[in-house]
Each structure stands twice: as C-alpha cells, then as structure tokens.
C-alpha cells in the first residue's frame, strides 16, 4: 500500500509533505515515491497514539473478570486514534490479578484494534496514605515473588511501587532489569523518590495524583520528578486531575522528551453518566468518575480528546505529539518498534483534519482499522 500527498510527523515530528509505502506491516519508505497509491491530500498524518495507562473503556474494565475485555478496549481504542495500549491492573488479590493475567495474555496477538504491548500493573504495592480508588484491604509489601509468578502468565511492561514501604529497594533492584518500575501512589519525601530513582526507578504514575505535591521547604514526589532528568512523568491531560496552567508549567519542567499523556479511563469512558466500577468498587460518573466519597476513579477521557486539550492549553504541538507516541513507547521499551513514523517500524499512524480536530482514519500494524 501507497499513501500520497499527506503532510507527514516523521522522525524529527516536524511537519512534511511526504508518500508512505506499506509492506509487510511496516513502514518500508518514507518520500516521495514515483508510484501511484491512494491520495490522502488535506489530511495530516501522525504516529499511532499510545496509552501505557488505561484500566478500562465502553463497559469492559481489565479487572473485570469478563475474558473478552482487554479485546473491547482494543477494539474502542482504535477509534480514538490509539495504536497500541498497556491494560492496567488494580490492586486486587492474587489470585484475582492472576485470572486478570490470564484472560490479557489470551487476547495478545488476536487483538482487532490496537494491540498490547503489556500489563501495566498498578499496585498492589502501593502505600495505604495515598491508595486514592485502589482498595487498601489488598495492598501488600513488594513481592518480587508474586511479580516474577505474574510475569510468567503475561508480560509486564510497566510496574508501579511506593518507594518508602519496606522491601522497595530490594524490589525495584530486581524489577527495573525486567521491566519499566515507576513511582506510584506514594508518601515519599523528596529524598525518598530520589533514592528510589536511584535504585531503577524511571517513571512517575499520574504525576500530582496520589503523591506528595512540590512544596517550599519539602519538594516530595512531584519536586523529586522535576529534579530528575532520567524519569519520565506520566499526565492525565483531561482538564480535571490537572489544572491547565500547572500542566503549561509540568510540559514546560519536564521537557519535550519526559512528558507521557495517559488516560487512566476506566469503564465509563465513552458512556453516559451513571453507576460503574472500577477494580470491584463502585464509580460515580458525572463531570469525572468518583467514588461514593468523591475521591477521582481514573478517568473518562481518551488520549486524542487530551492531545486536543493540550493544543488548547497551549503546549507546543511538537511536544504534544510525543507526549501521545513517543514518549509512552521509550516509557516501556517499545521505541524500536511504534512511536515514530520511521522505516523499519510498524506502519502505526494516525491520519487527522488539517486542523487535527477530526480523525480520518487509523491504520494498525499497517491495516486501516477504523
């Protein structure tokens, strides 16, 4: 397959005129290419977006227990411009985690949508101050067993630990050589992330959310991030978790290359208001997805309504655009394969309106999947 005449964000995510030839599920050259081909003038034409934080879409939720969810989220992802997910785990017992694992790993390679790279796995090593919608009854130490057991049934590409409880430095030791270990749902100061940046940690959950916020005298978490040039930082970019204006300050600190827009969806997303769950609790859908108590539940957003609300807030479109491809793909490893509209990779692209308001079609592993 030939695409012409689209206005291509390739390597360097600076805008040109260009041809794509498709061969073989990849992107075999890049140009301008003398054969004929379908002509896609007027449309721009980005990388397959990425969402490495997504725990549910369009009534299925990776926790669920239903074996044909993570295949639903594939299949309403793509319609929302995203190329390739990580499903994200609650914390949950065990032996539920391990049900969860099993149904993922059956729906890797037979995926219709967008494909997995993964298990984001969120929590349960999480700290009780900070738990926010994760049930605290199921938090445990970090068990680099209970990892390696979950590991073995379906890949990992993301895990998620306080670095203060007891145990974490011997954990992110042993994971960080396995998969990507990020700061998450912490009470850690300052010194405590920084210790554990030191250990391996590379990456911040939902950075602002669930953590000690940057302060004066104390920076905790958030200031740990910042002070960091090696971790990246995860954003929920739906208007809600983060005001506008600390988001221009986040994507202004951190940078072009350590910005990661995520959804943090659950359920609800794409549906009417109402009742819900996320990880067996019950949500509340209105302006956002809360718990009966009001604490936010994930999120109801999707990353092209985000990469929107980024342009809106005035963030640089070149950052914004790796901020939803990649980015997330060096987060996890998968920068080789997807992120990029570059020879040798998947052919995992977006095509959007001029004015980047409309998605015209979305292709997968070089199939138009929507």
């Given at each position: 397959m030939i695409i012409k005449n689209a206005i291509v964000y390739g390597a360097d995510f600076c805008?040109?005129?260009?041809?794509i030839e498709i061969e073989n599920e990849k992107i075999k050259r890049i140009g301008k290419i003398e054969e004929s081909g379908e002509?896609?003038?007027?449309?721009?034409?980005?990388p397959g977006f990425i969402d490495i934080h997504i725990h549910g879409c369009n009534m299925a939720d990776a926790t669920d227990g239903n074996p044909d969810s993570a295949a639903e989220m594939s299949r309403w992802l793509v319609t929302k411009g995203v190329t390739s997910f990580c499903p994200t785990t609650m914390t949950l017992p065990p032996?539920?985690?391990?049900?969860?694992?099993?149904?993922?790993?059956?729906?890797?390679?037979?995926?219709?949508?967008?494909?997995?790279?993964?298990?984001n796995m969120e929590g349960p090593f999480i700290a009780p101050e900070k738990k926010g919608a994760q049930?605290?009854?199921?938090?445990?130490?970090?068990?680099?067993?209970?990892?390696?057991?979950?590991?073995?049934?379906?890949?990992?590409?993301?895990?998620?630990?306080?670095?203060?409880?007891?145990?974490?430095?011997?954990?992110?030791?042993?994971?960080?050589?396995?998969?990507?270990?990020?700061?998450?749902?912490?009470?850690?100061?300052?010194?405590?992330?920084?210790?554990?940046?030191?250990?391996?940690?590379?990456?911040?959950?939902?950075?602002?959310?669930?953590m000690?916020?940057?302060?004066?005298?104390?920076?905790?978490?958030?200031?740990?991030?910042?002070?960091?040039?090696?971790?990246?930082?995860?954003?929920?970019?739906?208007?809600?978790?983060?005001?506008?204006?600390?988001?221009?300050?986040?994507?202004?600190?951190?940078?072009?290359?350590?910005?990661?827009?995520?959804s943090d969806a659950m359920m609800a997303a794409g549906l009417s208001e109402g009742e819900y769950t996320l990880g067996g609790q019950r949500v509340i859908k209105t302006d956002a997805a809360r718990l009966p108590d009001g604490t936010l539940a994930g999120s109801c957003t999707n990353l092209f309504d985000e990469f929107k609300n980024l342009l809106s807030y005035g963030i640089p479109l070149r950052q914004a655009i790796k901020s939803v491809t990649i980015?997330?793909?060096?987060?996890?490893?998968?920068?080789?394969?997807?992120?990029?509209?570059?020879?040798?990779?998947?052919?995992?692209?977006?095509?959007l309106s001029s004015d980047f308001q409309q998605i015209k079609a979305v292709f997968v592993k070089g199939k138009r999947a929507f």
């Open positions: 805008a040109a005129k260009a041809d002509d896609y003038s007027g449309c721009v034409i980005l032996q539920t985690l391990k049900k969860c694992f099993s149904y993922i790993k059956s729906t890797m390679g037979n995926e219709e949508g967008a494909y997995i790279h993964g298990i049930a605290e009854e199921h938090i445990l130490e970090p068990d680099f067993g209970l990892f390696s057991e979950l590991y073995g049934i379906c890949p990992v590409s993301l895990v998620d630990i306080a670095p203060e409880r007891p145990g974490a430095d011997e954990f992110i030791e042993k994971t960080s050589k396995i998969c990507t270990v990020s700061a998450a749902h912490t009470a850690a100061s300052y010194a405590q992330a920084k210790a554990g940046f030191e250990k391996g940690i590379t990456h911040a959950t939902h950075l602002f959310n669930a000690n916020g940057l302060g004066s005298r104390e920076p905790g978490t958030v200031g740990a991030v910042f002070d960091s040039d090696n971790v990246r930082a995860e954003l929920i970019c739906d208007g809600i978790h983060i005001c506008p204006a600390t988001l221009r300050i986040a994507f202004r600190l951190l940078g072009e290359d350590r910005t990661v827009v995520i980015n997330p793909a060096k987060a996890i490893g998968a920068d080789k394969i997807t992120g990029s509209i570059e020879e040798g990779k998947y052919a995992d692209f977006v095509v």
